[in-house]
């Protein structure tokens, strides 16, 4: 029997890939070749395949922690402005307090004889 006479029968022309006829093809020399999956390919290729995915997971979690990093960084940002608008806001109301106490202090001394200005020339005649 003809190889081509069976049709999906899989053949390999070569390591890397796999050479699978398409119904239409049979009995006609043109074919796809597809790449073989991973589990077919050799032992080494398999390792460094391995390396790479070790990489891969590296790269992706050293990603992961700067992107952790970044958020709460984030959040530390958003609770520092928060703070200097409240720090803002109270050290306004201490300015406003402040210029109401003074106003008052200057009225209880004003109001007063013992903060009055005194003529010295008048009391020595």
């Not at 043109?30 to 790449?35: G, H, V």
């Not at 307090?97 to 003529?119: K, P």
């Amino acid at each position: 029997m003809n190889k081509m006479d069976w049709p999906g029968k899989v053949e390999e022309e070569d390591s890397t890939f796999t050479n699978i006829p398409l119904a239409d093809d049979i009995g006609h020399s043109s074919r796809i070749l597809y790449p073989r999956p991973r589990s077919l390919l050799p032992k080494m290729m398999n390792a460094d395949v391995d390396a790479v995915d070790a990489e891969n997971q590296v790269e992706l979690e050293e990603k992961t922690r700067l992107i952790n990093q970044v958020l709460e960084l984030q959040h530390t940002l958003e609770d520092l402005s928060a703070r200097v608008d409240a720090v803002k806001e109270e050290n306004l109301k201490l300015k406003s307090e402040n210029q109401v106490l003074g106003q008052y202090i200057e009225n209880l001394m004003s109001a007063s004889s013992v903060f009055q200005t005194t003529d010295t020339k008048s009391k020595r005649k």
